[in-house]
């Protein structure tokens, strides 16, 4: 959202509070006792009409310290020709706005942040747009939306492989906002009364072009996906699919059910065909293997009676990178002279994404209120590379006893030796406070 553009709702919300004051002006004496007679009401349900403008958001600010680990192939990447300091210091302010307009059956919405932060070096500032589109209600069963459009496919909580069309969760930070793609989608939606409750089929159309999702794959595509939606039985399946465009052809399918209450399971399945693997291998050359990927994830969701809250997931990343496969590049890493990683700049750019390896372990424990502290709930969690056998430990506390306020502090630990993830990540631990008001 543009400066001005919010310079202009608050000069709205200001013009409607004057008004609101002016209207309830004080009332007279003789309004309130001068007339005996008998006085008619009337109701008038347009002066209680709910405003088509919806504004919500929050100010967050964050501080963020680390001890950097210059015995990580990551860190020598990173920070290759100069040595940081052991210690560095990250913060930053975010104003992050969401703007809805809805008259009859259209809906028009806006998510945009804007932020400024401070990296340990230097200050950088900027906005993006999350999602701007509009929305119409066809029917009581049909809407249709075009715009930049945040999907999220899939049951699992850190991960989804079967998330064709969105991005990537930070399994560390699921809730974290996520930019959309710019996509066209109608959305068609039928009930039933029998063991088969629900139906709804979503058709998605999403382009690519230098200037239209350019980082979706493939250029000059106009991308199919589809997905069916099915509520059988008390259970939430959907089946879906990409076809072949700027990615290959991808089909997925996911479950969920409430065994009880307090008690949910949920599972998904991706099969990606001629799926494009980037190594890069011991002598540093980066080369493309292409295969069948299957990638799946299995997980439950539990509410103890003692008011703890499990989350457990299970992931396999057929696209990811065997433990072999990953030890060549650390060696690598370890191994090269300066002079040969700038010559591999080009091919380590990005390199390794995000968890690329195969087999991970989701463990999160959280509990309201212990001990009878108000507002208050910590959570411990893990994220383990069974593979490697590393893993990141992050316990965190929440607090939420001042309206419309959310703090929350917690400390990332990374465990692993040389040549495992974890134990190559450029950080050793990683402390961040965040402070979060709501409007």
């Not at 001005?4 to 004080?26: D, E, N, S, Y």
């Not at 020709?81 to 706005?97: A, F, I, K, N, P």
Request: glycine content about 10%; aromatic content about 12%.
């Amino acid at each position: 959202m543009t400066l001005g553009r919010q310079a202009k709702i608050g000069t709205g919300i200001a013009t409607g509070i004057t008004v609101l004051l002016l209207a309830c002006r004080p009332v007279s004496a003789q309004e309130m006792y001068g007339s005996p007679e008998i006085e008619e009401f009337s109701f008038d349900a347009g002066e209680f009409e709910k405003s088509p403008w919806a504004l919500d958001g929050y100010l967050q600010g964050y501080l963020a310290g680390a001890r950097l680990d210059r015995d990580a192939a990551l860190y020598r990447i990173g920070f290759l020709g100069h040595e940081e300091d052991v210690y560095r210091l990250q913060s930053g302010v975010e104003v992050q706005t969401g703007l809805t307009f809805q008259s009859g059956s259209f809906t028009a919405y806006a998510l945009g942040t804007l932020r400024e932060s401070y990296d340990g070096e230097q200050w950088d500032g900027g906005s993006l747009l999350y999602e701007g589109n509009l929305s119409w209600q066809g029917s009581s069963n049909a809407y249709f939306t075009a715009g930049k459009t945040l999907l999220r496919w899939g049951k699992g909580y850190a991960w989804n492989p079967t998330n064709f069309v969105g991005r990537n969760k930070n399994p560390s930070d699921p809730d974290l906002s996520l930019e959309g793609y710019w996509v066209g989608l109608a959305d068609i939606v039928k009930s039933f009364s029998g063991s088969l409750k629900t139906v709804a089929l979503t058709a998605v159309l999403l382009p690519v072009s230098d200037d239209i999702n350019p980082d979706f794959g493939k250029k000059h595509h106009a991308n199919v996906a589809g997905k069916l939606y099915l509520l059988l039985h008390d259970t939430d399946i959907d089946l879906m699919a990409l076809l072949a465009g700027s990615r290959t052809p991808r089909y997925g399918l996911t479950v969920s059910r409430n065994i009880t209450a307090n008690f949910e399971v949920h599972g998904e399945a991706a099969l990606a065909t001629d799926s494009q693997k980037r190594v890069v291998g011991a002598d540093g050359i980066a080369t493309s293997d292409e295969h069948d990927a299957l990638s799946f994830l299995a997980g439950l969701r539990y509410l103890a009676p003692t008011n703890t809250t499990w989350i457990i997931e299970y992931y396999h990343n057929g696209e990811g990178q065997t433990e072999r496969e990953a030890g060549d590049f650390f060696h690598f890493v370890y191994a090269a002279e300066d002079s040969q990683l700038i010559a591999a700049r080009p091919d380590l750019s990005g390199y390794p994404p995000p968890h690329f390896m195969r087999n991970y372990l989701y463990v999160k424990a959280s509990q309201k209120e212990p001990f009878g502290w108000l507002y208050v709930t910590p959570a411990l969690f893990t994220i383990l590379n069974l593979d490697g056998g590393s893993f990141s430990l992050i316990p965190e506390v929440g607090y939420t006893g001042v309206e419309n306020l959310e703090l929350r502090s917690r400390l990332n630990i990374l465990f692993g030796g040389n040549g495992t993830e974890y134990g190559d990540k450029m950080n050793d631990w990683k402390i961040e406070l965040r402070a979060r008001y709501f409007f």
